[in-house]
């Protein structure tokens, strides 16, 4: 499951998209809400489709508070997160 989930590899040359802007709070509200909904899906056996969304969605977010910690940790660090 090393494959990163692609939104146009079913919609090649897809015409729409859509873009969400979040403050931090609403980002961890959200991962915990995916990070119990994910926990669910792991309780059938069977790989499939939304899993695999759920997983890659869960560890997007992950990255997102994670990169927000750092740099509010690190606020003069010359690194670019």
Do not use: H
């Amino acid at each position: 499951m090393d494959t990163e989930f692609d939104p146009f590899e079913d919609e090649v040359g897809a015409q729409w998209c859509a873009e969400l802007r979040m403050g931090i709070k609403e980002a961890k509200m959200l991962y915990n809400c995916i990070r119990v909904y994910s926990s669910l899906i792991d309780l059938k056996d069977e790989e499939s489709e939304e899993k695999e969304y759920m997983n890659s969605l869960k560890n997007k977010f992950f990255a997102i508070i994670t990169e927000y910690d750092l740099q509010k940790q690190f606020p003069d660090s010359k690194l670019d997160f």
